[in-house]
C-alpha cells in the first residue's frame, strides 16, 4: 500500500464538556476516497474542520503525508495551503467574480502570474462545464454551479488531498447529480478525498473506505461493499437502516 | 470518557504552547518597555523639558485644580447620560421612520431624511450657538433659558441625527431572507423589527454607537461657550487664574479615564455575544 496522505491517531475534540471526537483513528491512502458517514452531529464535519487545522485537536495528531500538522509549531498557512475544502454552503465570496474567487489563493498565495492562474481557472471551469460563467458573480448562479465553483477554487492552488463537507446538502435534489459527477470526474484522476456525505447510494459507489461515525467515536470501517452489504455493528445496521426507511418515502 | 487520560503527546503540547504564551508575553513586555523608555528619555532631555514640565505637568497645579475639574466633569457626565439616552432612543425611532416602505409614510420617511440631512451637516457649533442665544431671544414663555439645557438640546439635535444613521446601516445590514422568514411566520412589520431585525441589527452597530457616544462625551464640553462650567471650561477658569496649563491637562485624562470602561465594556460585551453565536474555530 502506498503512504497514507492523511493520518489521524486518537484525536479528540471538545466542545466545553461536550466530547465531539473521542479517540478517532483515520488512514487516507494517496489516491483513494475515504468517506464519512453517520448522523448530524456525529463529528465528522469537526473532523475535517481538524485536519484542515480551522478546529485544534484536544489530543492525538494528524499528520499530512509525513508532517505532524497538529504540532503546535507548525504553520497553519502552510498545511492549509496543501489541502483543498468544499463546504457546505459553498462559503464563495460575493464581492468577487468566478474568475477572481479562483484565482485569489494561486495569485496571492502561491505567487502564480495572473495570466498563468486565469489561464489554469478557465481550463478547470471549462472541463466542469462552467465556461461561459467566469465573470459573472457568484449570487447569480444556481446551488449546484456555485458549488462547482467552489471546488474549482479548492482545485486551483492542486492540493494533495480534498476535504468535502457534506457539499451536497444544500442542494436542490436535481442538482446534486452534476455535483457528485465532478467528484467521480476527480476520483478517476486519482485525486486523494475525504467526503463527508448523507448521500449513500454516491459513498457506496465512490468509497475505498467508509468510516461510520456515531458520537465522536468510529464504529465501524471497511469496504463500502462490507459497511453497505454486511455492517456487523448494531449502530451502523440501525443507522442504514433509518436512512433506507427515509430514502424510500 | 469518564476514563480519559490525557496523552504524553497532548501534554508536550500544551507545555510548548505555555512556554510560547510565556515568550510572547515576554517579547511584549520588552518591546513595550522599550518604546516608553526611549519616549520618555526623548522627551525629557529636550531643550525645553524643564519650562513645559512646570506649565504642563504641575503636581501641586493638579492637586490645586483637580476638584473644580471633577466638579465640573459631574456636568458633562449628566449630560453625556441624560443626552445619550435621548440621542439612542430619538435615533432608533428617526431609523426605524427611514425604513418604513410603502407610499403612506413617504411623509414620514421624508421628514426623516431631512432632519437627517440638516442636522448631520450642520456644524454642532452653530446648532449649540442658535440654541443658547437665540432660543431665549424667542422669549417664549415656559421655554427654559437655561443653557445646559438648550446645549443639551443642541446636542440631541446633532447627534440623534448621527445615530440615526448608524442604525438605518445596521437595520439594512440584516440580510433580508431574516425579513422574509419572519413575515412568513406572520409576523407583522413591527413585531418582525422588534423581535428578529433590530436584535441583530444593534449587535452589529454596538461599536460605531460607542464611537458616536464617546464623540458625544467630548463634545458635552460645547455648553461652556454658553456658560455652564463643565471639566474644561473648570479647566480654563483655573489657567485664567494661574497662568499654569496643568491643569489642561488633567482635564484631558480624566476624559480619558472616562472612556476607557466604556470601551472595554463594549468590546466584552460584542465578544460575548460572537462567542454565543459563531462556529468558533481558530481562524
Redesign the interface.
Known sequence: MSTAVLRAESVRKVFGSHVVLDDVDLEVPAHTVTVLIGASGSGKSTLLRCANLLETVDDGAIWLEDREITDPRENADRVRQRIGVVFQAYNLFPHLSVLENITLAPRRVHGVARREAEDRARALLDRLGLAGKADDYPDRLSGGQQQRVAIVRALATDPKLLLLDEITAALDPELVGEVLEVVRSLKEDGMTMVIATHEMGFAREVADQVCFLADGRVHERGTAAEIFGAPQEPRTQQFLRRITEAHRL | ?SS?V??E??LA?ER??RS?AIRSAGIAGTSSLIVVVALVVGIVSSPGWQRVHETFFSWKYAKEAFPSILEGLWLNVRLLFFCGLVILAFGLVLALMRSLRGPVFFPLRALATIYTDLFRGLPVIITLLLMVYGVPALRLSGVTNDPIYLGGAALVLTYSAYVAEVFRAGIESVHPSQRAAARSLGLSWRLTMRYVVLPQAVRRVVPPLLNDMVSLQKDTGLVSIAGAVDAVYAAQIYTGQTFNYTSYVVAGLVFVVLTIPMTRLTDWVTARMNRRQSQ????
Open positions: 470518557m480519559y490525557k496523552s503527546r497532548q503540547r510548548y504552547r510560547r468558533g474555530g481558530v481562524v
